[in-house]
Structures are given as C-alpha cells and as structure tokens.
C-alpha cells in the first residue's frame, strides 16, 4: 500500500496527515509535521512520489477528531464494567494490538484535552486531542512488523459522556 493510499482515506474525512519514516513512527526526516499536516491531495500525492513506503500519522485536532489510545486493556472492557455499549465510531488496530479509537471532538473533550494513564508502569490510555498523531492503517509498525488495520470501518462520531468521565477520572 502506499503512502497516498493509506493518507487519502483519512485527508478525505477532514483528518490532517503526514508521512512517518518508513516501518516507524518517527516524522519523515527534515519534516516540521505539526506545521506541515494536511488535507492537501496534491501535498500528499508529492509526499507519495517521494517515498511511497511512508508510514501515515493521522493528527488530532480540535476542530476534527480526538484519538483514545488503548496499550493496556480496552475500551470494551471498560464499557463492560459500566454496563454500557460500546460507542459505533472507527476503530483502528495497532501493529501490537493496541486499539485507536477515533471521535469526533466536541466542547467537553477539546476541553479535557491531551491525556494520558499509566498502570503496571506502562500507557494504559492516552487522548491525542490536540496536535498529538496515531500511526494509520497501512502502516508498519517498527517492532512487530505487522500492518495497522481498520476493525470498524465507521465513520467518527462524538464520545458518549461515559467516555469521557473515564478519561476524566483516569
């Protein structure tokens, strides 16, 4: 897959991108990423013919989307403990089997803002809100070798309250 054909999806949906080094998560060498991140088709087409092997970030912004990083756990268990459903919004699988759950911002979470958890020593959650990235389906990542995928090809919607007294309390 190429860079384009992992950015374009996202650029389409209103979510800036730019490339990764390939295989990693690190911005592509001499990149300004959180200046440089775009919608653009024909910025990312150039990006495209300079190495289609780039990896894709996906950028949170608070006019757009918020991603909810889960490396411990998941939102499902989560929602289990609460007795709630789990909210219909896209659903991104990391190449260590992380999810990246992708929402629609609204007041209440351009308000809470970036966030993060640790447990057992390790990220439990972190919100990407505001000028932080996910890695995006297509890419490789680093260690494992494996491709980020989509699991819920949804389109974004806002994080149900439950959500966010989660981040908020955690």
Not at 51 to 57: L, R
Not at 137 to 152: F, M, R
């Amino acid at each position: 897959m190429t860079f384009s054909e992992k950015a374009l999806p996202y650029a389409q949906l209103g979510i800036p991108v730019f490339p990764l080094e390939p295989r990693q998560k690190k911005p592509a060498c001499g990149l300004d990423w959180d200046a440089e991140c775009t919608t653009d088709i024909n910025k990312i087409d150039g990006w495209n013919a300079i190495n289609p092997d780039y990896n894709c970030g996906l950028v949170a912004t608070p006019a757009g989307v918020f991603f909810l990083e889960f490396d411990q756990r998941s939102l499902e268990e989560e929602a289990e403990k609460l007795g709630v459903g789990v909210p219909d919004t896209r659903i991104h699988l990391s190449g260590k089997n992380g999810k990246h759950w992708v929402f629609l911002h609204n007041d209440r979470s351009r308000q809470i803002g970036n966030r993060s958890a640790v447990a057992n020593g390790e990220e439990w959650f972190s919100m990407r809100a505001d000028t932080k990235y996910v890695v995006g389906p297509g890419s490789i990542h680093p260690e494992t070798s494996k491709e980020y995928v989509i699991l819920n090809d949804a389109l974004p919607v806002e994080a149900p309250d439950w959500v966010l007294d989660f981040v908020e309390k955690n």
